[in-house]
């Protein structure tokens, strides 16, 4: 197909490189006109000087921005995404109808909105947040969780999708795909927290954190929290990706939409508010394992 990707940060980028390196032609865009001249320069296709130039010939429009606003920013307005698939006439596979996907984490008031405002226009939408983190977007290994008010939508973008998907799955209409991100991030919170009190309990013990993750990982306390960051935390390494600063945008949504449903969330209140403390420690892009670094004594802290 021809694709279009806005959005060339630490996840966009290289899922964009998957695309192309399953023969779409693939046309980007991003803020910074020298990244996309970068991205070009090293995996091919085209770099567009507006979201409305990149989406014009594309039958699929991917964006992954930064939150709601950001995303508003790149689909509406004359040079938005909206208007360059709109003013487009049938796809190359013949079909009238252009879908744009959503892999911008943001909330699910704006992907309801977003498939209505495209539903107007004949277009189709998905709204499809990932996790795994930057390392699955380079390996194309993420989950995608998808929202899509027609599932022939789905149906149709499925395969592109699974270009940098170990799995991919339409969890309902529009909006399904965020409310599931949400879940996601709730999980993830809590457990890095429950790691942390663990881990920083084990040093201060004197137990060998290696040796003790090495067996309690094997049972019931095992997560991919344990597996893949346990080792770097009690080393003060939180250099892997997902900052901080995007961890609290994410719960600020988890706890807007519970608000809204009201459903409390305790844990993750807590969570968000001792991500608040490591920012203030200078910690606003360490990595979401860094909570720990709250927990340890001033001398084993890290350093900025």
């Given at each position: 197909m021809n694709v279009a990707f806005v959005g060339l940060g630490v996840m966009g980028g290289p899922m964009a490189r998957h695309l192309a390196a399953k023969g779409h032609d693939v046309t980007v865009y991003n803020r910074t006109a020298a990244k996309a001249a970068a991205w070009v320069a090293a995996h091919g296709g085209t770099a567009a000087a507006t979201p409305r130039?990149?989406?014009?010939?594309?039958?699929?429009?991917?964006?992954?921005?930064?939150?709601?606003?950001?995303?508003?920013?790149?689909?509406?307005?004359?040079?938005?995404?909206?208007?360059?698939?709109?003013?487009?006439?049938?796809?190359?596979?013949?079909?009238?109808?252009?879908?744009?996907?959503?892999?911008?984490?943001?909330?699910?008031?704006?992907?309801?909105?977003?498939?209505?405002?495209?539903?107007?226009?004949?277009?189709?939408?998905?709204?499809?947040?990932?996790?795994?983190?930057?390392?699955?977007?380079?390996?194309?290994?993420?989950?995608?969780?998808?929202?899509?008010?027609?599932?022939?939508?789905?149906?149709?973008?499925?395969?592109?999708?699974?270009s940098y998907a170990k799995v991919c799955k339409r969890l309902g209409n529009a909006g399904s795909g965020q409310l599931a991100k949400m879940v996601n991030q709730i999980c993830i919170a809590g457990i890095a927290q429950g790691l942390s009190e663990g881990l920083n309990l084990a040093l201060a013990a004197g137990l060998d954190p290696d040796a003790l993750v090495e067996v309690i990982s094997q049972g019931a306390a095992g997560s991919w929290q344990m597996n893949n960051r346990a080792k770097t935390m009690v080393r003060n390494e939180f250099n892997f990706g997902f900052a901080v600063e995007w961890m609290r945008k994410d719960l600020a949504i988890c706890l807007e939409e519970a608000q809204r449903l009201g459903v409390d969330l305790p844990i993750t209140r807590i969570v968000n508010d001792f991500y608040g403390e490591v920012v203030e420690m200078g910690g606003r892009r360490w990595d979401t394992s860094s909570l720990i670094a709250r927990l340890r004594a001033p001398d084993d802290q890290p350093r900025e």
């Open positions: 130039e990149a989406a014009a010939d594309a039958d699929m429009v991917m964006v992954c921005v930064g939150n709601d606003d950001d995303v508003r920013s790149v689909i509406y307005g004359v040079d938005g995404v909206l208007a360059g698939v709109t003013a487009g006439g049938a796809t190359t596979h013949g079909a009238a109808q252009r879908i744009i996907v959503d892999h911008t984490t943001a909330s699910a008031t704006l992907a309801r909105e977003l498939a209505a405002r495209c539903a107007e226009h004949g277009v189709g939408f998905i709204d499809a947040p990932v996790s795994g983190g930057q390392a699955g977007a380079e390996n194309g290994q993420l989950s995608v969780m998808c929202g899509a008010d027609d599932e022939a939508v789905f149906d149709r973008a499925y395969p592109v999708l699974m």
